[in-house]
């Protein structure tokens, strides 16, 4: 017991793993694979926060809003946002990759597949259940695509590119963003609350958890 908690034990850096690129189009199969596998659960995670009822993560908060506006679906909104945001990069000189592609294509995808055919519940006991499997989900989503070393999801290359650009505090510029998206989403309508706070709360321990468990496995 006492090992299998020590593997759970949060990972402070980025781990180099066996997949991991040397640049942000060194394909091949296997990272390919781990990289789309990633990309997918993350998007699995934030559909069960959508169905869960209980408050999306702040960038699904804009994406339903927005769905609900212009009467398309949450992926296909997620998917309009990502590419968006990927056009803020230009006057910022940041260079997508192979997995920044993917990362559009495949959460969104994904988010409307989670959408459509996951369970509803009217029990709190079990929407919550969704809401924590989903912060699981996607932390351990993000550290499989984060290690293939592919490129940054538009979000995240928007946020590191301002950062180099601007000499704002990394941390400062996430919490701007974040909190400008969530403000923005609730006014077009969509849903924030108790899954939401819960999400920024533990969505940084999940990551830096499964970034732990990857390096771990990695190295043995």
């Avoid at 849903?191 to 771990?216: H, S």
């Amino acid at each position: 017991m006492t090992q299998w908690l020590q593997r759970l034990k949060p990972y402070k850096t980025v781990p180099v793993t066996p997949w991991s690129a040397s640049h942000r189009w060194d394909i091949n199969l296997t990272r390919a694979s781990i990289l789309i596998f990633g990309l997918f659960i993350f998007g699995i995670g934030d559909s069960l926060l959508i169905v869960s009822g209980l408050g999306n993560a702040p960038w699904s908060v804009l994406a339903q809003g927005l769905s609900l506006n212009l009467g398309i679906s949450i992926g296909s909104s997620t998917l309009l946002i990502s590419a968006l945001v990927l056009l803020l990069w230009l006057p910022l000189r940041e260079r997508p990759g192979f997995g920044t592609i993917m990362n559009i294509l495949v959460i969104a995808f994904a988010i409307d597949i989670g959408v459509n055919f996951l369970p509803r519940s009217e029990s709190f006991l079990i929407n919550l259940s969704f809401v924590l499997v989903g912060i699981i989900l996607v932390g351990t989503g993000s550290a499989l695509y984060i290690t293939c070393a592919l490129g940054p999801g538009p979000r995240d290359g928007w946020m590191t590119a301002m950062h180099r650009r601007s000499g704002i505090p990394v941390g400062r510029v996430r919490l701007m963003i974040e909190v400008s998206v969530l403000c923005l989403g609730v006014l077009l309508g969509g849903t924030a609350g108790l899954g939401t706070a819960l999400f920024a709360l533990l969505i940084g321990y999940a990551v830096a958890m499964a970034f732990g468990v990857v390096a771990r496995l990695t190295s043995q």
